[in-house]
């Protein structure tokens, strides 16, 4: 059996992946910020697969590098790393920008990717084997008014993935990116930093995507023959044609 390391998997798309996952005998470890979460995901999963979960914050790299140190030797040898972690903070225009919005958006989309990878990396490497899907976004392929720093962030990811792909080249890993439009998750609630009614209203009068749509493509993008890697995919749902047009008749 294989096993998979996801990030932010306490929602959204973190879970529904870890959810399939198990569905398709995929061994997990399990990563967040919030313990409970993991802990009732784990006892939901583990009567399919073997579970481990490890608490802590991407952004902070010496609690990566001490996290994934402390893996059990049976959940070292990872096959597949979901890089799923990140965020939105405010919706302002540059010049209303707050600098720890930016400050977070930056730290864990860009910098925290960075980290988790390069922690899990040297397994995979020995093994000249191993699956590397990088979560991005459509803001990572064009900008949109009051989006500046997490359209920056999320264009370093697409820059980040292609990267990752030419240097690895060689090793035995896959690289890959998917990149979601709007997916009903809790992102517009951190983004409007808990404002729930201001959150629901973003998917409103019409239907977005799904975290399940999403498991589904990374899934059939890590179960692909040896020789055949999806390297960009781009996904948005059926209303949604770009960043700032979606169909809300």
């Known amino acids: 059996m294989r096993l998979a390391f996801i990030t932010g998997a306490t929602s959204g798309i973190g879970r529904a992946t870890a959810r399939l996952f198990a569905d398709n005998n995929i061994n997990l470890i399990l990563c967040g910020r919030r313990q409970g979460r993991l802990d009732s995901l784990k006892i939901e999963l583990s009567n399919q697969v073997s579970v481990h979960t490890l608490t802590f914050d991407v952004r902070d790299r010496d609690n990566v590098i001490a996290a994934v140190g ?75 008014p009051n989006g500046n720093v997490y359209c920056a962030s999320k ?37 409007f930093k808990g404002d729930s009614d201001k959150a629901e209203k973003v998917y409103q009068n019409f239907t977005p995507l799904k975290p399940e749509d999403i498991a589904d493509i990374i899934h059939f993008a890590v179960t692909r023959p040896p020789h055949v890697n999806i390297a960009d995919l781009t996904v948005m749902c059926l209303d949604q044609a770009s960043s700032t047009i979606v169909n809300k008749s």
């Open 155 to 191: 264009h370093a990811v697409d820059a980040i993935n292609q990267g990752m792909r030419m240097d690895l080249n060689g090793n035995g890993i896959k690289v890959g990116a998917v990149n979601p439009g709007l997916v009903e998750t809790e992102f517009s609630e951190v983004r």
């Open 70 to 144: 402390s893996l059990p030797e049976n959940f070292r040898s990872i096959d597949i790393l979901i890089n799923n972690a990140g965020n939105a903070h405010g919706l302002d225009s540059i010049q209303n920008g707050n600098a720890e919005d930016w400050d977070a958006m930056l730290d864990i989309n860009v910098k925290g990717l960075l980290y988790v990878t390069q922690a899990i990396l040297p397994g995979m490497i020995e093994r000249a084997s191993g699956h590397i899907i990088n979560i991005g976004s459509t803001a990572g392929k064009e900008v949109y």
